[in-house]
């Protein structure tokens, strides 16, 4: 565990072939340095082959005491087994994601907007992720949040801020000093020249700057 006020939040790449066979850069990558939770997220695959692909990175995460949500899917994040879901504003509603999965943890996407944060935050929401802070080509995206918006939020609620979008090692700093708990990296982990490990620990050390 650390102590960081900032901690990384770590993406899946959005397309993983083979789960079983691409499991060994997954834990490389999960024995790189602090992470706080991962996100499972595997857009276009059936029901059936995306809870095999959460059966093989769930438990090496939770073994080590690393949170695992899943994008988009309340349903299958309980059924799997997974601790919380992360979703977005139009990917079904806060209330039905909570109502699956009662005391998990459910994230919610709202953009560069303080009202969705707000709104997000009152309905009970863990967190609220704010972005894209950089251009990305992991998805893509409509809006662009500055780092005033963490500045904002930070001091005013209790609810944990999510930064997402483009963030790398090189880039980061912004935003951490802007406030952010957490970063959301996926793009920025597994395209680092010196792998993913590598970057994992890069991140820490700049969380630990400030």
């Known amino acids: 565990m650390s102590s960081n006020s900032c901690r990384l939040y770590l993406i899946t790449p959005p397309v993983i072939d083979n789960p079983f066979q691409w499991l060994p850069i997954w834990e490389q990558a999960l024995d790189g340095g602090d992470i706080a939770c991962v996100q499972i997220r595997l857009k276009g695959l059936d029901d059936d082959a995306l809870c095999r692909a959460v059966d093989v990175l769930r438990p090496p995460a939770q073994r080590r005491g690393i949170a695992v949500l899943l994008n ?26 909570r109502k699956a999965l009662g005391d998990g943890i459910v994230g919610m996407t709202c953009h560069n907007s303080r009202h969705l944060a707000m709104e997000a935050g009152e309905k009970g929401a863990d967190y609220v992720a704010f972005g894209a802070f950089y251009p990305t080509d992991t998805k893509e995206t409509e809006f662009k949040a500055e780092p005033e918006i963490l500045e904002w939020w930070s001091p005013l609620f209790t609810v944990p801020s999510v930064a997402i979008g483009g963030i790398t090692v090189d880039n980061c700093q912004p935003i951490i000093r802007a406030g952010a708990d957490f970063l959301a990296v996926s793009g920025g982990v597994w395209n680092h020249p010196e792998g993913p490990a590598a970057a994992v620990k890069a991140f820490e050390k700049r969380m630990n700057e400030g």
């Open 72 to 97: 988009d899917r309340p349903d299958l994040a309980f059924e799997t087994g997974c601790d919380g879901v992360h979703i977005g504003q139009t990917d079904g509603s806060y209330e039905a994601a």
